[in-house]
């Protein structure tokens, strides 16, 4: 299972990427607008850092305009991976980009058939949105199921990148079913470390260790 980083933070991916604990990165424009950077100085700064997958979304809504901005954003670092929408024009953006040669990522997916589209038109990630189905009271799971089924009865090649993830559960489900790679913020993968009975645990041992007298190397 691949891990990538949901957002533009540069200290934040540093710090897990020094961890070993990063296969790349995604953005959007709302975490673009949260990092206060210029897209283009980031997603550079981000691809320098990071040898995996960096995605790096259009702006447009008409698949020309999608298809240029595709291209001056994979002239940047040759990891960039386009995000474009699951809209009709975003998926004839992908087909052109893929065509190229370029890593495209499908985003805003919340159907499996939408899933479908992008794996025929050659997308090498699909970006199903967890969080804003479970968020409107459908399941965001579910549709991460449906779509490992899926991909797998054809052998599609797209990978099965689980976004909008909230939560450990969700990255754990995500692994049970079989996601290729998950996105999610810095703090939810840094969560994955705690448990209240390894804090209890540590504070007994350091407790029990202090009344002992001793020392370790000192
Ligand atoms: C994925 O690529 C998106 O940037 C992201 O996962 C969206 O998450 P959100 O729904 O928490 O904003």
């Known amino acids: 299972m691949r891990f990538f980083v949901d957002t533009a933070d540069i200290a934040a991916i540093r710090e897990l990427h020094e961890l070993g604990m990063v296969d790349g990165v995604t953005t959007n424009p709302s975490l673009i607008l949260k990092s206060g950077?210029?897209?283009?100085?980031?997603?550079?700064?981000?691809?320098?850092?990071?040898?995996?997958?960096?995605?790096?979304?259009?702006?447009?809504?008409?698949?020309?305009?999608?298809?240029?901005?595709?291209?001056?954003?994979?002239?940047?670092?040759?990891?960039?991976?386009?995000?474009?929408?699951?809209?009709?024009?975003?998926?004839?953006?992908?087909?052109?980009?893929?065509?190229?040669?370029?890593?495209?990522?499908?985003?805003?997916?919340f159907t499996s058939a939408q899933a479908i589209l992008a794996a025929k038109a050659g997308a090498t990630f699909i970006s199903p949105f967890i969080g804003r189905l479970d968020d409107i009271g459908l399941d965001g799971m579910e549709l991460i199921a449906d779509i490992r089924q899926i991909y797998d009865n054809y052998g599609f090649e797209t990978n099965l990148l689980a976004a909008s993830i909230r939560s450990v559960n969700h990255i754990i489900e995500c692994a049970r079913i079989g996601a290729d790679v998950i996105t999610a913020p810095p703090a939810v993968i840094k969560a994955m470390a705690n448990h209240v009975l390894t804090d209890k645990g540590l504070e007994q041992f350091t407790a029990d260790w202090a009344k002992t007298g001793q020392k370790i190397g000192a």
Do not use: F
């Open 37 to 109: 950077r210029d897209i283009l100085e980031v997603t550079r700064e981000i691809c320098d850092l990071v040898p995996g997958p960096v995605s790096a979304e259009v702006v447009s809504d008409k698949a020309d305009d999608m298809i240029r901005e595709g291209k001056h954003l994979a002239a940047l670092a040759p990891n960039v991976t386009v995000k474009v929408p699951l809209t009709w024009d975003g998926l004839k953006a992908c087909k052109a980009l893929t065509d190229e040669g370029h890593m495209v990522n499908v985003t805003l997916c």
